[in-house]
């Protein structure tokens, strides 16, 4: 399993719109192939400030499968206008201790 791990800096005034198109863009993701699960946290301490969690099968089903879709057109529609800058993606791999 790969974790996909996203800090979303938010313009500012936006961040009420941003959650309402995040909750639309969840279906989106959640229903492509090899997705097992995401989470979106704010941050406490700093404002507009997003933390999203994906959990993908494997890194191509997230840097090819979802990238290269349709559905990702579409993900990119409601939120890619919300950031400032724009965000780095990085992907993670579990080391069993």
Known sequence: ???????????PGL?????VAF????KIISSMDGYFSHELHRC???ERKYLLLVKWETLESHTVKFRTSAEYQEWKKLLHH?????PTVEHFEEIEI
């Open 1 to 11: 399993m790969i974790l996909e791990a996203v800090m979303l800096p938010v313009k």
């Open 15 to 19: 961040e009420s719109d941003f959650e």
């Open 44 to 46: 406490i301490e700093v």
């Open 82 to 86: 919300f950031y400032e800058p724009f």
């Open 23 to 26: 909750k639309k863009a969840s």
